[in-house]
């Protein structure tokens, strides 16, 4: 499943993503440009099927925050 190929362990909040679209709409972000932000909890810099690296385990989702 993507959520356990995801290293962060878990799926995103709408929340979490709409942090970031609002720093990138904010004056703070003025000098952001030609980039591109993933919010995916790392996911892209492991790609799907690819396992876990040893010895970095995920959070536990049930964990408090």
Do not use: M, N
Not at 5 to 16: K, L, S, Y
Not at 26 to 51: I, N
């Amino acid at each position: 499943a993507i959520v356990d190929a995801t290293p962060r362990g878990r799926v995103g909040e709408a929340e979490e993503v709409a942090r970031v679209i609002a720093f990138l709409a904010s004056p703070a972000a003025s000098y952001v440009s030609g980039t591109h932000v993933e919010v995916d909890g790392a996911f892209s810099r492991r790609g799907l099927g690819t396992p876990p690296t040893p010895g970095r385990s995920a959070p536990d989702p049930a964990a408090p925050r």
